[in-house]
């Protein structure tokens, strides 16, 4: 099965692609890891990328949409994928319904994760991932068991994004109002959108998920 989180910075996407990715065996494809990745590497992608993301813009859908494609074209695809943080632009959702059906791939769900946003600039400035093993947490929503010791793999430091910080964010939330939340309105038109409610507590979102995915 093959679906796709919508939601803005800070709903909980990358968070629950983790959890259902070990539910259901389906691969996590996160465009946001992937620049940052190209960014760590130094590529040409990633410097095109770096200035953009810092500020909180969208990177061009060109680069984005090629980045994608190449990457779905992977064996461990053949299983299933979730969609995290792409298609962010109307164009970028047209690319990818144009790819899908090229590659004779279906889109079986997109869930949006609904949230406030006045509640996202105090979880994203909060969150901080293992700098071992890249476990999530947040410092007062998801502490580790042991103060500043991962409980995955005990490693002891920990990373914080470049661009998780309040001015930015306002910048990414205003992104996703402008160019994302437009794409909402496409799926339904399509007839495969689902909501959810992201400000519950994070295990009954992915209660939430896990019913909508069991009933598609
Ligand atoms: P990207 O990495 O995709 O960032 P984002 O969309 O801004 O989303 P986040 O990763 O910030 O939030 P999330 O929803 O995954 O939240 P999380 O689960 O971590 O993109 C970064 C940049 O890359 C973009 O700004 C853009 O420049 C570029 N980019 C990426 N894709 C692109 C594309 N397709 N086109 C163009 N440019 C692109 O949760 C956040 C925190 O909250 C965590 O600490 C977590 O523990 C906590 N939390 C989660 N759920 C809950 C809950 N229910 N209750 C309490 N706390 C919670």
């Known amino acids: 099965m093959n679906i796709l989180l919508i939601g803005p910075p800070g709903a909980g996407k990358g968070t629950q692609a983790k959890r259902l990715e070990e539910a259901f065996g389906m691969i996590q494809l996160s465009t946001g890891d992937m620049l940052r990745a190209a960014v760590a590497s130094g590529s040409a992608v990633g410097q095109q990328a770096k200035e953009i993301m810092d500020r909180g813009d969208l990177v061009p859908d060109a ?119 437009p794409i909402l309105a496409y799926y339904k038109d399509r007839g495969v959108l689902s909501s959810v409610d992201g400000m519950a507590q994070m295990d009954d979102v992915t209660g939430q998920l896990k019913g909508v995915i069991e009933g598609a």
């Not at 949006?112 to 999530?136: F, H, Q, S, Y």
């Open 63 to 181: 680069l984005i949409i090629d980045m994608i494609s190449e990457r779905i074209d992977r064996d461990d695809c053949a299983g299933g994928f979730i969609l995290d943080g792409f298609p962010r632009t109307v164009p970028q959702a047209d690319a990818l319904t144009k790819m899908l059906v090229e590659k004779d791939i279906s889109l079986d769900r997109v869930i949006e994760i609904a949230v406030d946003d006045d509640a996202m600039v105090t979880r994203i400035t909060g969150r901080l991932t293992c700098a071992n093993c890249g476990k999530g947490y947040h410092d007062e929503f998801e502490k580790p068991e042991v103060d500043g010791v991962c409980d995955k793999c005990g490693a002891t430091e920990f990373n914080r994004r470049a661009d998780d910080n309040a001015e930015t964010v306002r910048n990414r939330l205003a992104a996703y109002h402008e160019q994302t939340a």
